[in-house]
């Protein structure tokens, strides 16, 4: 089992930054792939970005390009998601996610975390 907590949600004005992490308690974390994923109210969890398990490799959806940034401390078992530049439209509970490939699909996670809420105002 793999226990996934992640924390720093919070109210932001658009424009503004966040970092969210993901602490993590169980079997060894090193091992994981990292996902973020998201969902809006009335919307499908979609997915954000990925992060190997070395932290050599990451990947994003295209909406977040260029202003979220994924990494790891596999010293602290913690993976992050910092996020710049940020729209209402990101505004959703974001998720951590731990599985073994590398896969966008949430289908393919095995463990989550609780959800933390983002919320972008204009």
């Known amino acids: 089992q793999v226990q996934l907590v992640e924390s720093g949600g919070e109210l932001v004005q658009a424009g503004g930054s966040l970092r969210l992490s993901c602490a993590t308690s169980g079997r060894t974390f090193s091992n994981y792939v990292m996902g973020w994923f998201r969902q809006a109210p009335g919307k499908e969890r979609e997915f954000v970005g990925l992060?190997?398990?070395?932290?050599?490799?990451?990947v994003y959806t295209d909406s977040v390009k260029g202003r979220f940034t994924i990494s790891r401390d596999n010293a602290k078992n913690t993976v992050y998601l910092q996020m710049n530049s940020l729209k209402p439209e990101d505004t959703a509970v974001y998720y951590c996610?731990?599985?073994?490939?590398?896969?966008?699909?949430?289908?393919?996670?095995?463990?989550w975390g609780q959800g933390t809420q983002v919320t972008v105002s204009s």
């Open positions: 992060i190997s398990a070395s932290g050599s490799n990451t």
């Open positions: 996610a731990a599985g073994r490939y590398w896969r966008f699909s949430s289908a393919a996670y095995d463990y």
